[in-house]
């Protein structure tokens, strides 16, 4: 057993230098410098070096390699190359929008899709079925941000009653302002996940529905809405449950697009930022 | 079915809830703005500060939000481009023109309550010229030679070579407390607005501070509402979220503010030049006759037309109709005239033209003048090749090392014609005159040699064709009606806030 153990956590440090190495020879493969994000546009010889030698951009790719794994290590995120402000309070202020952005709109969908899909399988067949079926797949194929972009345009543009985007300055403090600025975000990945989720949740109530156990159930008596409730719904969830955290982890990769399109400063934005101007540190 | 409309009717609660919020709050925002004193200003832009020092690589953004609101230097450059004094009540010049002693404004005070004194001052110059520091323009000050402090209220500047230009590049140089803080995130400054809170990633507010020597902001605050897109940025103003735009960046952003009767739009003068820069250094590029053959190849007015509407301008040098050295007369020095231009190419060398590649940066908008040149150049036998690049590989492969046939590019600054005087620049456009004549700007004791001279660079500079000027941006603010005393010309990316006032 001890020696089983050892052996995955072996290969669990390979696969983690392995990573670490992909990663920060992607990084690199972007042409640029996190020096020229700093730079004056008339920056002298002599500043390009000061900024390169703060950035650590001249040093050896070897040794930048060691310098950045050191640090993740040690899960001190050091400074950023670009601003020289510390990352981590950073990091730790930005989740204060992603988090509650990403999971209202996960519960909020799960609710939605739950319903959704319920409808659409128990009445399958019927035109209603087939309308919450097309729309689903519309949904599906219609990207987040152009489903932003429609949301900005109807309730932002036309009706004048929520935000286009931005974040309160002082954040959670101003509780109604926040909440406010999240509406459209959250809907828009609601709209998005929504589908994704009701065909889910659709596809596997059909399932149970047609299995033997509900057969059985409903040839005692019961009728087909509570024999499901009582025997089908807990087996229908299975195949939902280990979906979730795939959507859930999407919604959160999701959430890149929606603060950008929204102007939120969660840590979506603060990441396309920073590869954009090469700050590894905050990568 | 009855839960879908309940939830149906729970939904639109919701929404009127909200809506009813947002109405009541501009409610009270417009009662107080009665009192003009009272109300925030909100501004948008597309400039974050990277950090909030000018010395440390704030970047454009720190420039927008603290230049003369937050801190303040020994002088001042007004909107309209003139030097004025601001913490130095007065100066002497040296008949010999390489020292200046500056008096200090009484009774000035940093936000945290610390007296300005003449140490502070050379503080702040040692910090912007020390080894590494990322200040702008930091090449101006090598001439200075030292700094005196005699008493606490004079500063005496010695130079090395006299520098008709040295109190213009002082008004780049903030005074700043510099005891033991982190300037990166707090500030310590003699303006009118002391910092508020810094959001990163969305927004910046600095609000107005009573403790300030000059006359006070006429609002109470403003914010600086951060945008990385532009068209997120139009929406905001459209839907009342921001005040102002401080620069539109492009003119799809312009219609929908058009003949509307609650939006100003208001056409400052620019100073940010669209370039065709070529590498003066290599062949074909070295002689002067193939390069104005690509400028009279080049239909500027249609180009100019098809990227900005009826904005913008054309000129026929690096110099702006703002700079003292302007001469209206150059538009024209290179006109559109494709059998000129073939003249030229023909007695240039290349009678059946050549090929090169255009490096050409990402962003709005070079691609569509890079697309531009290649069909108009294709007439004279030009062939474009375009080579997309980032702006952060312009700057290693362009600008650090030089390794171009031709760029395109958009130079933001007023004064920068100087750039050509300088062999080592990155276009290497290199005339011993031009070098001369520019170096002696600098040292003549009136405006009025520094313009003369100046003038005959920018006249050599438009008939050898050292790069193509394709047009003078448009400055574009655009505002709420309700909103006035902003500046429009836009300086510099500064942006003086305290006059600024929003009424019913």
Redesign the interface.
Known sequence: MTRYLLHRFFFLLVSFVIALLVIFILLRLLPGDPANAILPADATPEQILAARIKTGSNLPLGQQYLNWFTSVLRGSFGDSLVSGIPVAPEVVKRFSVTIPLTLISFVISFIMASIIGFIAAYKNGTWYAHVITLGTQAGIAIPAFWVGIIFVWIFALRLHILPSGGWPNNGWSNFGKALESLILPVLTIVFVMTATLSRYIRASILNILDSGYIRTSRSLGFSQGSSFVLHGLRNAYVPVVSILGIELSSTLLGAVVIENVFSLPGLGSMLTKAIAQHDYSSI | MK?FKLQGLAAVLA?AV??G??LYARAQNDQSGAIPASVIINIGSLYEP??LSST??G?QGVTEAFNGNVYEGLFKLTDEGKVENLLAVNYTKSADGLTYTITLRDGVRFHSGKALSSADVKASFERAVA?????????SFRIVKSVATPDAKTVVFTLNTPSISFLYNLAYLWILNIDGRDF??SEDGTGPYVL??W???????IKKWDGYWGTPAKNAGV?F?????AS?LS??L????IDIITAVQSPDGIAQFENNRKYVINNGASTTKELLAFNDRNPPFNNANVRKAIYSAVNRQKLLSSIWGNYGSLIGSMVPPTDPWYDASLVNANPYDINLAKQLLASGGYPNGFAFTLDTPTYDPHPTVAEFLKSELAAVGITVNINS?????W???VY?ERNFAATLQE???DRDVV?YGNPDFYWGYSNPEVVRLVSESEQVNTPEEQTQKLLEVNRTIAREAASVWLYLYPQIVISASNVSGYPINGLNSQFYAYNIVKTN
Do not use: C, M
């Not at chain 2, 080894?131 to 090449?139: C, E």
């Open positions: 839960y929404l909200f809506a919020q947002n990277t950090n440390e690589g970047g080894p590494g520091s990322l200040s702008a323009r930091i090449s990166k995130t508020d809170r959001t990163r990633g969305s927004s910046l507010s914010v509402n951060y945008f990385t897109d997120a929406n905001a459209l839907s009342g979220q690049i980032s702006a952060d590989e700057y290693t492969k650090k130079h933001v600054n750039w």
